[in-house]
């Protein structure tokens, strides 16, 4: 199980700007924030990391771009992160729907971050 990740990115307050919109609906905010880099996660359980699970950092971008996929609880969330994100000023790099290719259920949505990672929200539904 993975505990925590994170990204360089170019422009550190365009990115938190960014992070803070498109990961709100999937119940993500800040939860630890130090000079240049910022850790958002979930409410935290009892043994879950208290800074976070992804971290955003000052830095120059990891090439090639990586690809990051959060969970939702719902397609609905799925297509609230996708309205979030492109109006944090995401791009579009795939709309939410089904992707059966991949397996039954899999429904999800792809953007591009200000530094052109590929974020995706994905619900696993029946």
Do not use: C, K
Request: hydrophobic share 35%; no cysteine; proline share 7%.
């Amino acid at each position: 199980m993975i505990d925590h990740t994170g990204i360089n990115v170019s422009n550190f307050e365009l990115s938190r700007a960014f992070y803070i919109r498109a990961l709100a609906p999937l119940g993500y905010s800040i939860r630890l924030e130090l000079e240049g880099a910022a850790g958002f996660g979930a409410q935290p359980g009892a043994r879950d990391d208290p800074g976070g699970d992804f971290w955003i950092a000052a830095g120059e971008p990891q090439t090639p771009r990586t690809h990051l996929a959060f969970r939702a609880a719902s397609e609905q969330q799925v297509r609230e992160f996708y309205r979030a994100a492109i109006e944090a000023g995401g791009e579009d790099n795939g709309q939410p729907g089904e992707r059966p290719h991949y397996h039954a259920g899999y429904y999800a949505a792809f953007v591009h971050d200000p530094d052109g990672y590929n974020i995706e929200a994905v619900f696993h539904g029946p």
